[in-house]
């Protein structure tokens, strides 16, 4: 996971410029949205070869943007990113056993049809 003094420098960031203010969950989530469609514009109009195309530092900035909301996002509802990936893998894993799943694309209700 991200390491904690990673973690706290995110968050005291922007204490330090007083943003909690602007901090509301929904506008929160409503930048993250905004990050991950900057990280998207940077495929757009192009075929697999990103790395290539001498995109590969967008696309760390852009997935760094949308980290930072994240743990933006969990430190204004005191949530345990560790805890709640952790949960949600255990969900996943229930929905997606390795036996109906390996090497399959279907949603997990397909899957369980499939069977």
């Known amino acids: 996971m991200i390491d904690k003094k990673i973690y706290e420098k995110v ?3 922007s204490k330090d410029r007083d943003w909690e203010q602007y901090h509301t969950g929904k506008d929160l989530a409503v930048s993250l949205v905004l990050e991950a469609s900057e990280l998207l514009e940077v495929y757009q109009w192009s075929g697999s070869d990103q ?3 001498n995109k590969k530092d967008k696309i ?3 997935l760094a943007d949308i980290l930072m ?4 996002i969990a430190d204004a509802y005191k949530l345990d990113l ?3 990936l952790k ?3 255990d969900v996943n894993d229930k929905k997606y056993p390795l036996e109906i799943s390996k090497g399959r694309k279907e949603k997990y209700d397909e899957l369980k ?3």
């Open 11 to 13: 968050i005291t960031f």
């Open 51 to 53: 790395w290539e195309n």
């Open 60 to 62: 760390k900035e852009e």
């Open 69 to 72: 909301y994240v743990i933006l």
């Open 82 to 84: 560790n805890e709640i």
């Open 87 to 89: 949960n949600k893998l």
């Open 113 to 115: 049809k499939k069977r």
